[in-house]
Every structure is written in C-alpha cells, then in structure tokens.
C-alpha cells in the first residue's frame, strides 16, 4: 500500500540545492571565454536578457494565479493550463538566460539542464502530496497537462481571476533575483576580460 504523503515537500531543500550547484558552476565561468565574438556575444546577450525578462514576467503570471492557492486547490488555469508547475518552467528560462548573457550555449545548456533536473525531481516530489491529496483530480489533470515543457495549445482561463496581493508581493523579491542575473553576468564577463587566469574557449 502506498504511504500517504501528508505534508507539500520542504521548499528550503530546492532552493539550498540551487544555490549549492550554482555557487560551484558559477566560478567556473571565469575561467572560459566565447567564440562567438563581438556580434555574436552582443547577440546571445541579448537573446540572454529577453530570456530573464521573460523569465519574471512569467513567474509574475503564474503567481497572479496560483496566490495562495498552492497546495490547496488544483489550479488549472491560465499558465497552470499548458504545464503542470509553469514557475519552475520559467525559472528555467531564466536560469538559461544567464548563460546566454555569459556568451556561451554550452553555459547556457549546462545551467539551464541543471536547474530542469533538479527543478523536475522537486515538481515530482511536490506531486506525490498533490496525487495524496487530490486523487483522481489531480490525476486527470497530470495526464492532460504536461509537468514543465508548455503545450500553448491547451491554454484556457477564466475572464476573472482572484489575485492574492500577499502571496504577489512575497514572490515578488523572488522574481527580481532573475534581474539581478544581469549585473552579475557583467560581472563576470569584466573578471573574465581581465585575463587574470587561465580560460578556455565554448561556444
């Protein structure tokens, strides 16, 4: 007999697991350099910075939904509607945006791969209490609606939705941490500039 879960997971243990990996890759890019050249980093940072902005924006969205519905309610709207857990989705996105900037589509796949893996291990985890709780609903509903990677030809929502300011406003400090990816990109492409150690050429 499958033991109930009887408690949503421990969010500390994401973001400790997160911030574990990247504290070890981010020294890592001070000791690599683009190929791309000037255009073509000017280029892939651009493509970078979209990707952050995207990233916040979408988290915004998805909070305007969920609000302090999660693991309370199967939330099926609106971001909800074309993936299971659209805040890790676009935690990714944003994660793969900071490499961009780096110049670098071997970062960029690096980090972003990172932060799927370990951002799908913990959406699995969140949904053995969502499946506890919510059985068959929850059920019918994973089965139509992929975990992270978007299906947009599922999107639907209401006309109204219920925003919950307070949850808005707490993740709020969570969605800026994405902008302050971009003056640390530049950062670390100024110590990069600096030739002060050994590196080696990505694209």
């Given at each position: 007999m499958t033991a109930t879960i009887s408690r949503p997971f421990n969010q500390k243990i994401r973001i400790a697991a997160l911030r574990l990996v990247f504290a070890t890759l981010l020294p890592l890019v001070a000791f690599t350099e683009t190929r791309w050249g000037v255009a073509g980093g000017m280029a892939l940072e651009t493509l970078g910075i979209l990707a952050i902005f995207v990233a916040v924006l979408g988290r915004f969205w998805a909070i305007l939904?969920?609000?302090?519905?999660?693991?309370?309610?199967?939330m099926q709207d609106g971001p909800y509607s074309i993936c299971r857990h659209p805040l890790y989705l676009f935690s990714t996105v944003g994660v793969v945006g900071l490499g961009l900037m780096l110049g670098s589509l071997t970062l960029a796949a690096i980090l972003g791969g990172t932060a799927w893996i370990i951002l799908s291990l913990t959406a699995a985890r969140e949904e053995q209490f969502l499946r506890a709780t919510f059985g068959r609903r929850y059920?019918?509903?994973?089965a139509r609606v992929p975990r992270m990677w978007p299906a947009w030809?599922?999107?639907?929502?209401?006309?109204?939705?219920t925003v919950d300011i307070g949850t808005l406003s707490r993740n709020t400090a969570d969605a800026l941490?994405?902008?302050?990816?971009?003056p640390l990109a530049e950062l670390t492409k100024w110590v990069e500039a600096l030739h002060m150690v050994p590196s080696i050429s990505l694209f």
């Open positions: 939904y969920i609000g302090g519905r999660k693991n309370a309610a199967v059920d019918a509903y994973a030809h599922l999107f639907r929502t209401e006309n109204r939705i941490v994405f902008v302050a990816l971009i």
